[in-house]
């Protein structure tokens, strides 16, 4: 007869979830002490960086990860984190653990109330009634956060590990799910009479497009496509003929976008993520607007006209047949980019310098991963997304994503090359993931754009009309904050330590061992607007 541990140790093996990111405490030691020697423990030192490395290599792998949390303390330091892996729609299995079952009614130290703690941002959330019920609630978990693409949380008591668990108890849970994803033509028809009738049709891609089936139906179109405001990742080829930029995210600037297209298709993204409110419609009067999503919550949330709730994969790739082909129309000339001119002697880098020397230099194949809210809008238009990986950013808009979620894929994704592009206010979330990074020789490249303030903030304060409360924290050094936690970085204040620098690093990106932080000193941008 087996244990509780020993049995969800088998259901590790069985998924794939032979890798634990975790931040230990006293309620986890009766599940970790003694690991067996085919499961692997990754240690961050805080709990945002245990699920943003989690998140990280479960989008490298594209397959849930396993994250281990310490009772009420680190599932509440981890929310945030949580928040964003729900708002990527990327599958985690996340257990929490919890004091002795034995005495949990009188509330003992480190008890906690568990069950609501994350809120709504877990897809599902189990407490097993009995310890023998732990292991199938653990194989479930792995399937609800693949079919609703979120976290997942199992809570245990710390006493249940060592409970018995008998050969042939019932897991309440599939070894397997299949989810054919094909579409029948006859429910396409009303997609594919609005589109083959439109006299402009534009789509619009998002963090759940299909690059491959996506392209086919643009060329069949010959249409633009625009990329969704604040995405988790890019949704198409950005250095396509076809790709007509990032869409404003406010509505004037939209409906300006949109202008002239009397048919949008949102592929795999919402209709439409705004930032600052604004009066006013999101499209001007007559233009129909449709989804595509298998997503029920973006479908129903989305101010469209239709929704199809379906894979968009398949369904982009039925389209491309279905649809007759169009003469291309003309689409913005994304390739026609305005380069930043070099500063001159003794003149500060903006962060524009230093992304155009990243663009001339990255590989093809980089996994860009960016935290940086006041330089977003020169990364978009300077370093195109040439892979679907070649643009990651956190759809919940919160900070402390990019440093951890750079180590995770790093480690999942080993001979490719992994960039982290930060603000300095940005990498300070996420600061302790270095420590992970060079203890595990993750060999990523973090590049901090040090304008030593929140520039984003600064200038909303400006639109308000008053003056800004918080300074800046110039006296923060990125430098000596990465060697303090074991990682090797390098401090860069003109255009020819950028250039060196860049030269020499980037050609080993893909199989470096060590992480390497470039502490950039940038100023704030003066055109720049929020």
């Known amino acids: 007869m087996s244990t509780v541990r020993d049995a969800v140790f088998e259901i590790l093996r069985r998924y794939e979830l032979t890798t634990i990111f975790c931040n230990p405490g006293s309620t986890e030691v009766s599940l970790l002490t003694g690991l067996p020697d085919d499961l692997r423990f990754v240690l961050a030192l805080h709990e945002g960086s245990v699920i943003g490395m989690a998140t990280g290599w479960a989008i490298g792998r594209e397959a849930p990860a396993l994250a281990v949390l310490h009772t009420t303390a680190g599932l509440g330091n981890a929310v945030g984190a949580i928040a964003t892996a729900r708002a990527n729609r990327v599958p985690l299995v996340i257990i929490v653990g919890q004091q002795d079952r034995r005495h949990l009614a009188l509330e ?5 109330r568990l069950g609501g ?11 097993p009634v009995r310890a023998q019920d732990v292991p199938g609630a653990v194989a479930r978990a792995f399937h609800e956060a693949g079919t609703f693409r979120g976290p997942a949380l199992v809570i245990v008591p710390m006493d249940d590990w060592g409970a018995l668990f008998e050969d042939g108890e019932t897991l309440a849970a599939p070894g397997r799910v299949l989810r054919p994803v094909a579409v029948a033509d006859s429910d396409l028809a009303p997609l594919v009479s609005l589109l083959a009738g439109a006299r402009s049709p534009a789509v619009v891609a998002g963090a759940g497009a299909s690059w491959e089936s996506l392209v086919a139906l643009a060329e069949r179109l010959g249409c633009p496509v625009f990329q969704e405001s604040f995405g988790a990742r890019a949704g198409f080829p950005q250095d ?9 995210a ?3 600037r939209l409906r300006e976008a949109l202008a002239g297209h009397d048919v949008v298709l949102a592929v795999g993204a919402p209709v439409f993520r705004q930032y600052p409110y604004a009066p006013g419609p999101l499209v001007e009067p007559g233009t ?6 298998d997503d029920p919550a973006e479908a129903h949330r989305s101010a469209a006209d239709m929704a199809c709730l379906a894979a968009p994969s398949a369904v982009c790739a039925r389209l491309a047949t279905l649809l007759p082909a169009r003469t291309p129309t003309t689409t913005r000339a994304s390739g026609l980019v305005e380069l930043p001119e070099l500063p001159a002697e003794g003149r500060p880098l903006r962060a524009a310098h230093v992304l155009h020397e990243l663009a001339q230099r990255l590989p093809a194949d980089t996994v860009l991963i960016e935290e940086t809210p006041s330089s977003r809008p020169d990364l978009h238009r300077l370093i195109p997304a040439r892979t679907p990986l070649g643009f990651l950013s956190a759809a919940m808009g919160g900070l402390g994503f990019a440093v951890p979620a750079a180590v995770g894929l790093r480690m999942a994704l080993p001979h490719r090359p992994v960039v982290a592009v930060v603000g300095d206010g940005s990498a300070l979330y996420g600061v302790h993931a270095l420590w992970s ?36 924290f110039t006296e923060v050094d990125m430098r000596a904050l990465a060697r303090s936690l074991g990682c090797p970085a390098r401090r860069v204040d003109d255009h ?35």
């Open 108 to 112: 003992p130290f480190l008890a906690g």
């Open 117 to 127: 703690l994350a809120g709504d941002y877990p897809v599902w959330v189990d407490q």
């Open 240 to 248: 396509h003929p076809r790709y007509a930029g990032v869409l404003p």
């Open 250 to 252: 406010d509505r004037a």
């Open 288 to 293: 129909v607007v449709a989804v595509v999503t």
């Open 437 to 472: 990074a060079a203890h595990y020789h993750v060999g990523a490249l973090f590049v901090v754009l040090a304008n030593g303030r929140y520039a984003v903030m600064d200038r909303l304060a400006d639109k308000q009309g008053g003056k800004a409360p918080w300074p800046a």
């Open 496 to 530: 020819d330590e950028l250039t060196s620098a860049l030269e020499e690093i980037l050609p080993t990106l893909s199989t470096r061992e060590e992480p390497l932080l470039l502490d950039v000193t940038v100023t704030v941008d003066p055109d720049f607007q929020p």
